[in-house]
């Protein structure tokens, strides 16, 4: 074969591999789907316990992974290391978590929750967001509750800055509450009612409409390659939030196993959670803009960012129809 037959077929070749090169590949099916349970997702718990998800995905041979997420700060960190692909957050902590440049969507409302309020102990003095100024507050950064605290100062004509920030997780600020190392605490279900029902504690401050939605993220290159999975995956979720809404006694003994709280915490936990929504949509965008919008008005976040396109971007409704 003469040199010049050989560079020939050598170019041939290498346009033919430079052709395949620009068709999209299809992803492998995962081996494992990896999403956490937490304790302010009670739909989370049911699908964990019922091994919905396990059974949906028995036929492929996919496992599920189970990964525990203690707030929304956790989910968000787990989601933008890659080692979560479905993750339990509120919905403006993922709104702030996109501007931040976590690459995820929220496809679906685990829950429409009054799930956190500013707490304080009887003898504290304190009766209002007012009073806090001076005072050490303890919060989990990026977080529903830290977004309600600035709300709630920002309101009162007040910044982070006129209070003092403590830099705990949810469950830890609950004990410096209790053991006065704090003035007040922004708080979380179901640690809050567990604070509340137990030691006695005040929720100084309550605003239901502040408290932005529950939803559940994907990360978008998971979601980019596994379309059909993301849509089985919450066709899962649908069933877990049906099952919960009718069955509640069953609904709050998972959550009394999970928390190690007894029943009364678990019941003013439910009082203040409605799980009556699952698909994403207008509801959902509304709350979440309108509290990005707060949280930039409070500098917060930055000026330049174009806070409804951040919105857009992140809630996608593809995965469920929205019915709201």
């Known amino acids: 074969m003469t040199a010049f037959a050989l560079s020939r077929r050598a170019l041939i070749a290498g346009g033919f591999a430079l052709a395949l090169g620009t068709l999209p590949v299809r992803a492998d099916p995962p081996k494992e789907i990896r999403i956490d349970w937490a304790t302010y997702n009670p739909v989370s718990l049911v699908l964990k316990e019922k091994k919905f998800l396990e059974e949906e995905f028995a036929k492929d041979g996919i496992a599920i992974r189970w990964v525990q997420s203690a707030g929304s700060n956790k989910a968000l960190e787990f989601l933008n290391a890659g080692s979560l692909d479905f993750g339990s957050t509120a919905g403006a902590a993922a709104l702030i978590g996109r501007i931040n440049g976590n690459p995820i969507k929220s496809i679906y409302v685990y829950s429409r929750p009054e799930w956190t309020a500013l707490v304080t102990r009887p003898d504290s003095g304190i009766r209002s967001v007012a009073d806090l100024k001076g005072k050490t507050v303890a919060v989990t950064r990026g977080t529903d509750p830290h977004i309600f605290l600035v709300r709630a100062l920002a309101a009162q004509g007040l910044t982070e800055k006129d209070v ?78 049906t099952w919960a809404v009718d069955h509640p006694k069953e ?40 509290a990005g919008l707060a949280l930039q008005k409070a500098g917060v976040v930055a000026a330049d960012v174009n806070v409804p396109a951040q919105v857009d971007g992140l809630i996608d409704t593809q995965y469920l129809l929205a019915a709201r």
């Not at 004990?175 to 929720?203: C, F, H, N, T, Y």
């Not at 799980?275 to 965008?285: A, H, N, V």
């Open 164 to 241: 003092k920030l403590v830099l705990l997780q949810h469950a830890d600020g609950r004990l410096a509450l209790q053991r006065k190392d704090v003035d007040a605490w922004a708080g979380l279900d179901p640690i809050m009612a567990s604070a509340e029902v137990e030691d006695g504690a005040v929720l100084f401050f309550r605003k239901p409409e502040d408290n932005t939605w529950g939803v559940l993220n994907v990360r978008e290159d998971f979601a980019r390659e596994n379309p059909a999975i993301v849509k089985r995956v919450l066709a899962a979720y649908e069933r877990g939030r």
């Open 251 to 290: 609904l709050a003994s998972f959550l009394v196993a999970a928390t190690k709280l007894p029943e009364p915490v678990i019941a003013r936990q439910l009082e203040r959670t409605d799980l009556s929504y699952g698909p994403i949509g207008g509801g959902q965008k509304e709350t979440i803009l309108a």
